[in-house]
């Protein structure tokens, strides 16, 4: 008599049926001892299913999938124009120690707009929220994907880029004794105010801005080798806020950076910032640098940056000054230049190379 046993033909002990007629199933039964179906587990009936259908894992139990990842989008504060990166920050963890390995996906608006680390700036568009999805897996088993988003801003735009070697500019509305002299503006104070010109902005800017521009001092009609100012202000459009000699309407609220010599109180010699106040001998000023004292047709760079935090930091000739915060940061939408002197005629300066941008 011919007996049949589990296992005796191939795929026997994971077919479910009882071909011995012993009621034991598969790995239940002693036949299927040591089958490839039945690897890890011990024959004796407590474990058959499981041992026979695991899918994961050479000693028979059941594979856990990973971990969900921390993900993150750089840069920070992301631009239209720019293209985006996302990466792990925190890593994917396999219970079952396999390797992990990722896939990325790009979403606008629930809509996917690319897959792999880095989403090219032709997807973006400025205010769009974007997220990068991240999915984790290991030894075939997904896990819980990883997300993060951003917002797209605008670009930063230069809104003013001048070096005066062919014209004004923007710069197009002129106040008292100005001229144009090697490719600078000079702006000198007349008997009766000083000299401005003025501009309003493309678009308004509420937050981080970067402002630059070189300055000299020049000698006007009279000696006063003390009193010479030029002065760049940023303000808002409020026509009210900082005053300026002569000038019958106050130019708006914001903040100047001057370059001067006036020694007559000892108070405001060298590079200023002067807040939504008038133009007094700089008694209504904060003194940014006594590091040097500009001497007339001396040159000087002067930068300002402020940052989201309204931060401003200042810095001279490459050197950082000081530093100061606005109490309520302001929304820029003209920028000013000045020329000239308090008390006499003829002090003022020149102005070259202006760059503003803006970053809200």
Do not use: K
């Amino acid at each position: 008599l011919e007996i049949e046993h589990e296992g005796d033909e191939p795929g026997e002990c994971s077919d479910g049926a009882d071909q011995d007629r012993d009621e034991l199933f598969d790995c239940e039964d002693d036949d299927c001892f040591g089958s490839d179906e039945c690897q890890g587990d011990d024959g004796g009936g407590d474990g058959g299913d499981d041992g026979g259908s695991d899918d994961g894992g050479d000693d028979g139990s059941s594979d856990e999938p990973p971990s969900a990842p921390e993900v993150a989008i750089s840069p920070d504060r992301p631009r239209d124009g720019q293209d985006l990166s996302c990466s792990v920050t925190s890593e994917s963890v396999d219970p079952d120690g396999d390797e992990v390995s990722y896939s990325y996906s790009w979403s606008i608006d629930g809509t996917e707009v690319g897959t792999g680390a880095i989403l090219g700036a032709d997807e973006t568009d400025e205010y769009d929220e974007v997220t990068c999805t991240v999915t984790p897996t290991a030894s075939g088993l997904q896990g819980d994907a990883g997300t993060t988003l951003t917002t797209v801003h605008p670009d930063c735009l230069t809104h003013v880029d001048e070096d005066f070697s062919s014209g004004w500019g923007s710069f197009g509305e002129l106040t008292g004794d100005a001229e144009l002299s090697g490719g600078a503006a000079r702006l000198f104070r007349s008997s009766s105010e000083w000299a401005m010109a003025t501009t309003t902005l493309s678009r308004d800017e509420p937050g981080a801005l970067d402002i630059s521009a070189r300055m000299v001092l020049r000698e006007g009609t009279d000696v006063y080798t003390d009193e010479a100012q030029v002065v760049i202000c940023m303000t808002d459009d409020s026509g009210d806020g900082i005053e300026v000699p002569g000038v019958s309407d106050r130019i708006g609220s914001g903040i100047c950076l001057a370059l001067s010599n006036e020694t007559q109180n000892g108070s405001s010699a060298g590079a200023m910032l002067l807040e939504n106040t008038p133009f007094d001998n700089g008694d209504a000023g904060r003194q940014i640098t006594q590091q040097f004292t500009p001497t007339i047709d001396s040159w000087h760079s002067l930068q300002a940056e402020r940052d989201l935090d309204g931060v401003w930091t200042f810095w001279v000739d490459g050197s950082e000054v000081g530093s100061w915060t606005e109490e309520a940061p302001v929304t820029v939408r003209r920028l000013t230049i000045l020329g000239g002197q308090d008390t006499h005629a003829g002090y003022g300066g020149d102005i070259d190379d202006i760059s503003f941008e803006g970053c809200p």
